[in-house]
Every structure is written in structure tokens, then in C-alpha cells.
């Protein structure tokens, strides 16, 4: 069995808090209640792009193989994942949808 030092456990739970931090901050701008100014929506239009990334990043380390596994878990394809990022993405409540369904309207 392997161990991972104290170290490693402290620096990773550090990365995960800081990753926290930063996407509970994202989520303050989107749920401000005052008007958002210029630079809010510069904010949000650098940060959309950067949150797509993340989901797109996250959905290819879990694509799965030709053996029908995922190649990040080894979970059959679709992995609990890529289930959890496609509901929480195609939930006709949730923003994306809409944001996609007021980009086809003419
Ligand atoms: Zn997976």
C-alpha cells in the first residue's frame, strides 16, 4: 500500500482550497445583486471562456477507450464524471441551456 507523506496531504488540500476560493469568488460576481458595471462583464467574459475550459479539460481526461472504459477512472464509459458534468450542463434549469437556447433565437 502506498502512503502519501503529511507534506503532500497538507500542499494538496492547499491546491484544493485555493481552487475553492477562486471558483466561490466567480460564483460572487454571477450572483451579485447590484447591476454589473463594465468591468464586471470583462470579468465575466474572461471568466466563461476559463470555466469552459475547466468542464471541456475535465470531460477529456475522462473520454472514454476503445475498450469502453474511462481512460482517468477506468469506470465503464460514461464514468459518474461525465454523467455528473452532463446533467449538471444539459439541466434545462440551469443557465447553460438557456444561454444556448437565447443564442439560436434570430
Ligand atoms: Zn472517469
Not at 460564483?27 to 471562456?49: N, Y
Not at 471541456?56 to 455528473?84: D, I, Y
Request: aromatic share 6%; proline share 6%.
Amino acid at each position: 500500500m502506498t502512503t502519501i507523506s503529511a507534506a503532500k496531504i497538507d500542499a494538496y488540500r492547499l491546491l484544493q482550497m485555493d481552487l475553492v476560493r477562486h471558483l466561490e469568488e466567480a460564483e460572487f460576481l454571477a450572483l451579485k445583486t447590484e447591476a454589473w458595471g463594465h468591468d464586471d462583464v470583462v470579468i465575466a467574459r474572461e471568466l466563461i471562456p476559463d470555466l469552459v475550459k475547466v468542464i471541456h479539460s475535465v470531460l477529456m481526461q475522462h473520454e472514454g477507450t476503445w475498450r469502453g472504459n474511462c481512460r482517468f477512472c477506468l469506470k465503464p464509459a460514461p464514468c459518474p464524471t461525465v454523467q455528473s458534468i452532463h446533467h449538471i450542463v444539459k439541466d434545462p434549469q440551469r443557465q447553460f441551456v438557456k444561454l444556448l437556447d437565447a443564442a439560436d433565437e434570430p
